[in-house]
């Protein structure tokens, strides 16, 4: 089996944290203003990680447009309360819930507090 954890890179990683489990209902794992690692169902779902710690080459600073050619896909079991959550947190919407032709889903867009582009799936 093989299982990806994705780390991106966040200015702040105390709020990025408190953002993604308010919006995605997850929670912290390890905590702290470097590093985080946030499950669901014990699962890794996200870890964050604090611009220019541990030398890491392609987390040393933040640029223009973070993530380009980076999209983070969440598939989730209730897109409407996730969309919900995303508009109490006054979340960049960039696209509300509509029907995606390509994956035959329900999906919204949206940025987080860093500017990463998401996709949350049903």
């Keep these: 089996m093989v299982k990806t954890e994705t780390i991106i890179a966040v200015k702040n990683v105390r709020e990025s944290s408190l953002f993604y489990q308010q919006l995605l209902e997850c929670k912290s794992e390890h905590g702290g ?3 985080e690692i946030l499950t669901s169902n014990n ?3 996200l870890c964050l990680h604090h611009w220019g710690e541990h030398e890491h080459p392609t987390m040393l600073k933040p ?3 973070n993530g380009n050619g980076l999209i983070l896909f969440f598939r989730v079991d ?3 309360t996730i969309f919900k959550n995303a508009q109490k947190l006054h979340a960049a919407i ?3 819930i509509h029907y995606n032709g390509n994956s035959l889903k329900h999906q919204f867009t949206l940025r987080d507090l860093d ?3 998401l996709i949350i799936s049903a």
Excluded: A, I, R
Aim: charged content about 35%.
């Design 33 to 35: 203003d470097t590093f």
């Design 43 to 45: 699962n890794v779902v």
């Design 63 to 65: 640029v223009e447009n």
């Design 78 to 80: 209730d897109l409407q």
């Design 94 to 96: 960039e696209k509300e």
């Design 115 to 117: 500017g990463y582009y």
